[in-house]
């Protein structure tokens, strides 16, 4: 057993946990939005970061990949987490604005669409890849995949053809947060 | 040759001494990319043509980048017991003429750059004075390396062979002392000696973190796990700087050995150099050497039969910047694709393959050597407190003279910029200099005096980087700055967190508005606070550092962004929204230049009249400016 604290309160958690596994089991809310226990950790929409100080520096992880370590210091409610959280969901709200996922962590965050904001997204995917993680190892295929890189980064079958791998089973569309898969789902299988 | 003692070791060692300072005469063409894309090539092959055609008693060679770029093609004649005498810009033509006098005996006076009168190998052998008695005439007249501002302050450590060797040539290398420091390490030390001294000398990491080099190496000598591996990062991506690709090009067993050396202390087999693609020539310099040294018995089973075995492998880089990341890196020489992924669990315990990973930078591999052969102390003597030894840099922008440099940690900006670069043009003033890459932060005027080493750096919020440096003058707008190196980012982020997909693309988003006229005080807030998310929030140090140009010109030069956002104007007149142009009717005396070379027709008037302008089809191109011979068109 590793013994550490999270917002001041010690709490204990096995070997390979991660922060936020001790976290889910101690009732602490950290916000996530590309972690499913069904799957691993991806480590890309950045909501669950916290505040570790390891006695030597403190600085900003991911609760989601962290491994607990003896005696180290979790914050999971500073200014400087915040605000990251807070930037992420206005980002991830105005790329969506109708989206009822980000409308909802919009509300638990207070933040509202910005001058910035982008029309006629109703559901756009984030590339949180849980659709890619689920399909690759809890379904066993390979039938979706990234393409393209940054700004482009998008959701495809491998090379851009419809894909023989897809069982059209749906898991995707379970695991999806945003909604988006039900746009791809079609353009996914052959 | 097969090189297994240390007496074949002195006998390669004079074979190459014979050839690098033979008793005829020699001239040595400068054939990095810097040199080739001058027409090197042309030059080299003309030396050639005429040595064989006139049956010259002489050697004609190639040899690397001594950091001079700018003065491409060098040409250097070593004659027995002269000093070294190096010409700059030798076209075709010049070379012709440089020729009817060499080959005739005469020392040739134009195109002349400077002298060496001694050649320090540093590795080992100690100072070679080139010539003896007194020199006459012209020699003693000609200027020294040591003479030239743009060399005074520097010293090649790093770079002791470029511009001496013929990279193809082992000999050449072994006979500047080359592979006596891995001969020393691998008979003389223990591993964990090799690590002692590396730390104590204190050396850090030249590609941009500037982590302890010895420690990275102690604990990848502990990790557990097998096999290790030990990877050089030749990926260098950052525009405009080159300082790697010179080192291969210029002295591609100095790394080699580094990395021979390193193997040694950490207890690895395998490694890998993971090379930038786009490098063809370095690509094509590091196999021969690697071919080489493993003919040599450098590379390869029981080296020196001390039963250590080391041997490296090609990668060709993925392409992408990023791809220079750690983590990315090995993804990529894995086959996957080259995206980062957190660094919880460190790559000297899980890197490659999951195995232990130690991966360090060219021009740090390149130090390796020095401080086996010399020692740590003599190390740590040369650059500050924190930061030990010398850096290359790449200095461009505003500066006469451009080119890599290598100086001891610690000079100060002042110096670089008007020392070595000569200053910005006579007509403008310095107003920044930008530091570390794309990623780098632009420091000022007022902190010209802050000593160059990592620890400063950081505190101004600048990073040494991969030791790109870009001189300001006071045309440049600091948020047209900041919006030029997010473009570079926005382009490179590899899209995986959102903070640096979205975030930066944001940021790009409001200094848009900037300067377009639309911002307000409060979006200067707004601003920080997204760069500190991005910062805080990113999963590798791309994002993380993306914000640096931003966070650092809101904290120098907060001013101009408050004339963009208050005023609606931008003091350089670069941002075109916010400028007007307008003629001063006392200054213009109607030559017409401007009205024929406005593109609009937006300026009439009569001839020896003063001219007028109509702001409403100005397109603001500045033709009219930059025509003007007497001042009268003013920008505001
Ligand atoms: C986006 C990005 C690009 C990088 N590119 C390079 C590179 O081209 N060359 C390099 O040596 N290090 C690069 N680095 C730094 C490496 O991740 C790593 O820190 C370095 O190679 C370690 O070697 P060192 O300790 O000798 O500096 C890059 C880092 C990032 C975040
Ligand atoms: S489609 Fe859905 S699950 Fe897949 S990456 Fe996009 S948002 Fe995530
Ligand atoms: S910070 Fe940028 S480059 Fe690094 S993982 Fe995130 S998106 Fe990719
Ligand atoms: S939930 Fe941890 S990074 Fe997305």
């Known amino acids: 057993m590793i013994t550490f604290t999270i917002d001041g309160k010690e709490v204990q958690g096995q070997e390979d946990w991660t922060v936020l596994d001790v976290a889910k089991w101690h009732g602490i809310d950290i916000p996530t939005l590309c972690y499913h226990p069904a799957v691993e950790p991806y480590g890309a929409c950045r909501l669950c970061v916290v505040e570790v100080d390891d006695g030597r520096r403190s600085r900003v992880v991911i609760s989601c990949m962290y491994p607990i370590r003896e005696g180290i210091k979790v914050l999971t409610d500073t200014p400087r987490i915040n605000n990251v959280r807070r930037w992420i969901v206005q980002l991830l709200l105005d790329e969506s604005p109708a989206s009822p996922k980000m409308q909802e962590l919009a509300t638990k965050f207070g933040v509202t669409p910005s001058r910035f904001k982008k029309a006629g997204v109703d559901f756009a995917c984030h590339l949180c890849g849980l659709c890619v993680r689920a399909c690759h190892e809890v379904v066993g295929a390979q039938a979706l995949t990234f393409g393209n890189r940054g700004l482009r980064k998008e959701i495809t079958s491998p090379f851009h053809t419809g894909s023989k791998e897809c069982l059209s089973c749906g898991t995707c569309l379970y695991v999806c947060p945003t909604g988006a898969m039900e746009q791809l789902f079609d353009k996914v299988g052959a | ?636």
Request: net charge negative; glycine share 12%; proline share 5%.
């Open chain 2, 1 to 636: 040759m097969q090189i297994k003692t240390l007496e074949d070791m002195q006998t390669a060692k004079k074979l190459g001494l014979a050839q690098l300072y033979p008793d005829k005469p020699k001239i040595l063409v400068g054939m990095a990319t810097c040199g080739l894309a001058a027409g090197a090539q042309k030059v080299f092959d003309l030396f050639q043509r005429k040595a064989q055609h006139e049956h010259w008693d002489g050697v004609v060679e190639k040899t690397g980048c001594i950091g001079f770029c700018y003065k491409e093609p060098l040409v250097d004649f070593i004659l027995p017991d002269k000093p070294r005498l190096t010409y700059e810009q030798v076209t075709p033509d010049v070379a012709e003429e440089l020729w009817s006098e060499i080959s005739a005996g005469k020392i040739p006076e134009k195109h002349f750059l400077a002298r060496l009168d001694i050649d320090d190998p540093i590795l080992d052998g100690g100072p070679r004075k080139l010539y003896k008695g007194k020199l006459k005439g012209f020699l003693a007249k000609a200027p020294r390396y040591e003479d030239l501002d743009f060399f005074k302050l520097q010293r090649h450590l790093a770079m002791r062979n470029c511009g001496f060797v013929d990279p193809d040539n082992i000999l050449h290398y072994i006979a500047r002392g080359g592979y006596f420091a891995l001969y020393k390490a691998l008979t003389e030390m223990a591993p964990e000696e090799v690590i002692e001294a590396v730390t104590v000398a204190g050396l850090r990491g030249r590609g941009g973190g500037g982590f302890p080099t010895g420690v990275k190496w102690a604990s990848c000598r502990k990790a557990q796990g097998w096999p290790k591996y030990v990877l050089c990062n030749a990926d260098e991506g950052d525009p405009g700087a080159y300082m790697d690709r010179s080192l291969i090009e210029g002295d591609p067993h100095a790394i080699l050995e580094g990395m021979l050396i390193g193997a040694y202390a950490i207890g690895s087999s395998e490694g890998y150099v993971y090379v930038r693609a786009e490098y063809p020539l370095a690509v094509k310099t590091l196999q021969r050497s690697i071919l080489a040294a493993r003919e040599a018995g450098l590379l390869g089973e029981n080296i020196f039969g001390t039963g250590f075995s080391f041997d490296i492998k090609l990668n060709l880089g993925g392409g992408a910047f990023v791809c220079g990341e750690s983590t990315a890196l090995m993804a990529s020489i894995e086959g996957k694709p080259g995206e980062p992924r957190a660094k919880y669990v460190h790559t000297v315990d899980k890197g490659l393959w999951n195995r232990p990973s130690n991966l360090n930078n060219v021009e740090t591999w390149a130090n390796v050597p020095l401080i086996i052969a010399k020692g740590a102390d003599w190390y740590r003597d040369i650059g500050t407190e924190g930061s030990k030894g010398t850096k290359i840099f790449s200095l461009v922008g505003q500066v006469k003279n451009v080119g890599l440099v290598e100086v001891p940690m610690g000079i100060s900006i002042k110096d670089m910029v008007n020392l070595i670069g000569g200053g910005v043009p006579e007509t403008k003033e310095f107003k920044a200099i930008q530091i570390g890459g794309p990623s780098g932060g632009c420091i000022p005027r007022e902190l010209w005096d802050l000593p160059i080493d990592f620890d400063s750096l950081w505190d101004a919020g600048a990073i040494m980087g991969s030791g790109g440096m870009i001189v300001m003058d006071d045309s440049t707008c600091m948020v047209d700055v900041a919006k030029f190196f997010l473009d570079f980012l926005i382009d490179e982020s590899c899209g995986k967190c959102i903070p640096c997909r979205l975030g930066l693309k944001r940021m790009r988003e409001i200094l848009e508005e900037f300067s377009t006229g639309k911002g307000t005080v409060a979006d200067l807030d707004e601003l920080q606070s997204l760069a500190e998310a991005v910062k805080d929030g990113s999963l590798c140090a791309l994002g993380g550092s993306a914000p640096n140009p931003v966070l650092s010109t809101l904290r120098y030069f907060r001013e101009e962004y408050e004339a963009h956002v208050l005023r609606r104007k931008c003091p350089a007149a670069v941002c075109k929204e916010l400028i007007t142009y307008s003629i001063n009717q006392e200054l213009c005396n109607g030559c017409t230049a401007c009205v024929q070379e406005c593109p609009q027709g937006a300026i009439t008037g009569e001839k020896k009249k003063p001219h007028q302008l109509n702001a409403a089809l100005c397109i603001k191109c500045g033709a009219c400016h930059e025509v003007c011979k007497f001042k009268a068109v003013e920008v505001f």
